[in-house]
């Protein structure tokens, strides 16, 4: 009988396979969760509670624990992104940034050479945590460019639950190191709302900063939601601090519960603007870029061939007209080049170290095994943002870029604390080699196709390999979410879910000859537009990124077809020979962009700067006045009154201050900006135009003891954007100092620091006071900022 017993119960295992419940796959090989737990309706419902007829707690007996743990062997994820790094930069995919972590990870993984993003940041990286389009994300653009329109408010809906969310209500734990720039530019102050920020979608650990960039000696911290001061440390940088965070976490996480995954997104801001790197790191690469851009791009092909990342036959596409011949060029204009791209190339390598130390602890805690960790190079392309000499982001953003002469006379302090470096745009376009174009570019592969690695020993057998399908950021969400066994959820929190709009990579993972399965995808910026289908492109380039002037009208514009099937680089444009198969892609063009809210497209640029113009919400709407309190947290520019191109009073109300210092307002830091002052008791003004000129307006008069009020009345002169202005001192109603205030910001302060009460935080405004040692001295009651009535409001950006 006991024979025949485990016969029986021998043929049930082999009628279901031979899998313990607990232990369940799906049809790829991955887990499936089969533990009885509906796990399409989240947060997993828990059982009702029983009752008792028992009155003494000894003579009965306790329900189960519930617990909604992860499907058992789930693996860990680490989804690490870098910044703004191009398919042509980093040496895992040919390019001269040398990445030895990427390049271990890839000799034992696999790298996709036909990986996409969106061609720019928030909409990459929600498209990234979401599994669905940026446009379905109402992400159509970066934050702070939203508008009023279905696809690109810049609010995720609530139909779309992040898969940090899935995974934490599925048994993870979810931690988020680094840049978050997917929560709207007006969510980003001490009012909120929370729900987008990374605790509120699904992290519940975050520690980075919020927005586009961050200065990376004096970064604008986040704990959660706190701010909060980076240390005081000489040789401070960011890099080294996520990491070291990222590390302690893992290590935490893993001793207090070992057998419980966890979903780490490290997105460390580098190797986006400015370019900080210590300088022993940038001295690695003296000299090595004194051959051009040009020569760049040539020998960056040479090796991608090497690798056979790139068919045979891969051509250098076109680059544009405006990009200079190296050989034309000056002797000072490649010196500066040159040092620009040192320094990229070295903040790249530095932050591969980095995350390689993030890598090893894995290894060192024997966990890397199985956890899948997604290496991907790039956001976007590389960045044009620095125009076509290079230079200062926030002076190019403003309409008066570095020129060569301004980076020659400080070359030797490019990297450090005292600059914010970028790299000429042509130095993109050499990045994003094989081809033409690069980041906000939604109508080339250059500003589109970034290197991807995936390295996971226990579910990938090939070590090394290459994967040639198609693929985009939105597929990374599907495959997590199938390597750990898990659904996509029909509901979450009572609300029906959009439908993943990606598709899982994991058919690929063990089989390089599979058909590809996410044969469509759109593309769209700003205008900028393509689809791909079955290997064929159809794109409207629209813009070129360093040309602010008013592109075509949008029904104007010339599609190029390209057959990427035998035209790797998009080098050959066929519409003309295939008229029919174009007409046939711009068709299907409109008909995906209707379906994910891309239309109506919206193709204007610093327009959409101004909320008001663009229609989207503003902290400060239709207010003229503003009250402050000492202490305030730091507000970023898009939570703070706009004093750009308008009059102004600032009116601060001190007591004990007649030999105080320091700070009584300020917005912005060392690179453009503005600050209210005291010293030796003496009140000063001083406006900081881009980091380029600076005017000084102090008092004559020192503050009298007791209660005092300080005001500053900047009179513009109007006639358009960034003209003068007067800037009045007064103290109790006494004028005490006038000056000229000779060039103002057009457009924005900045792009990383903050507006601060009673401190100047991160990089100071002025020399006149130290970072981190500015606190005003005195007694600081309030300030208010009132806007005058005669703004010119169709000035204002």
Known sequence: MKKLLVSFSLLLLLATGCKKESDATNESGNLASNDGLDRTSLPIKEPDAPTYDELDVRDAKPPKPFKADAPKGAPNVLVILIDDMGFGMPSAFGGPVNMPTAEKLAATGLRYNRFHTTGLCSPSRIALLTGRNHHSNNMGTIAETATAYPGNSGLRPQNITPLAEILKLNGYNTAQFGKCHETAAWEISESGPFDRWPTGAGFEKFYGFMGAETNQWYPGLYDGTTRIDP??????????????????????????????????????????????????????????????????????????????????????????????????????????????????????????????????????????????????????????????????????????????????????????????????????????????????????????????????????????????????????????????????PKTVNGIQQ????????????????????????????????????????????????????????????????????????????????????????????????????????????????????????????????????????????????????????????VDKSNTANGVIICQGGRFGGWSLYVKNGKPIFHYNWLGKERFTIASKEAIPAGNAVIKLKFDYSGGGLGKSGIATIFINDKQVGQGNVAKTHPVIFCTDETADVGRDDATPVTEDYKAWDNKFTGQLKKVTIDLQAKEDSKQSI
């Open 498 to 653: 959009h439908p993943i709009e990606g598709t899982s990579m994991v058919y690929s993972f063990n089989d390089a000859k599979a058909k590809e399965k996410h044969d469509t995808q759109y593309f769209e910026l700003t205008g900028s537009r393509a689809i791909y289908h079955d290997g064929w492109v159809a794109a409207a380039l629209h813009k070129v990124p360093w040309d602010f002037g008013k592109p075509v009208a949008l029904k104007d514009d010339v599609w190029q077809l390209y057959n990427t099937n035998e035209d790797f680089s998009e080098s050959t444009d066929l519409s003309k020979k295939y008229p029919e198969k174009l007409k046939e892609l711009q068709d299907l063009f409109m008909s995906e962009a209707k379906k994910y809210h891309v239309l109506p497209i919206d193709d204007r640029s610093f327009e959409r700067l101004n909320a008001k113009i663009a229609g989207r919400p503003d902290l400060m709407a239709g207010r003229t006045s503003l009250t402050l309190y000492n202490g305030a947290p730091g507000m970023v520019e898009n939570a703070f009154i706009n004093v750009k191109n308008t009059s102004f009073t600032i009116t601060a109300n």
């Open 231 to 488: 240390p005081k440390d000489p040789n401070y940088h960011l890099m080294p601090d996520l990491a070291n965070h990222a590390i302690d976490y893992i290590k935490a996480q893993k001793a207090l519960t070992p057998d419980k995954p966890f979903f780490i997104y490290f997105a460390p801001g580098a190797t986006h603007t400015p370019h900080h790197v210590p300088k022993e790191w940038i001295a690695k690469y003296k000299g090595k870029f004194d051959m051009g851009w040009d020569k760049m791009r040539e020998q960056t092909l040479e090796r991608q061939k090497k690798l056979g990342l790139v068919p045979q036959n891969t051509k250098l596409a076109a680059k544009h007209p405006d990009i200079k011949d190296w050989d034309k060029l000056t002797d000072v204009e490649k010196k500066v080049y040159a040092r620009q791209m040192e320094i990229y190339a070295a903040f790249g390598e530095y932050a591969d170290y980095y995350i390689g130390k993030v890598y090893e602890a894995l290894e060192e805690m024997n966990i890397a095994d199985n956890t899948i960790v997604y290496y991907i190079l790039g956001d976007n392309g590389d960045s044009p943002e620095g125009g076509l000499g290079g230079g200062s982001e926030l002076a190019f953003l403003n309409g008066s870029p570095t020129t060569v002469q301004e980076y020659y006379k400080d070359l030797d302090l490019q990297g450090s604390p005292f600059s914010v470096p970028h790299y000429s745009a042509a130095w993109a376009v050499a990045g994003d080699a094989p081809f033409a174009w690069t980041k906000e570019i939604a109508a080339n592969f250059g500003g589109t196709r970034n290197g991807m690695i995936v390295h996971w020993p226990k579910g990938i057998k090939e070590k090394g390999g290459l994967r040639t399908q198609f693929t985009h950021v939105i597929d990374i969400a599907p495959t997590v979410l199938e390597a750990s066994g898990l659904p996509q």
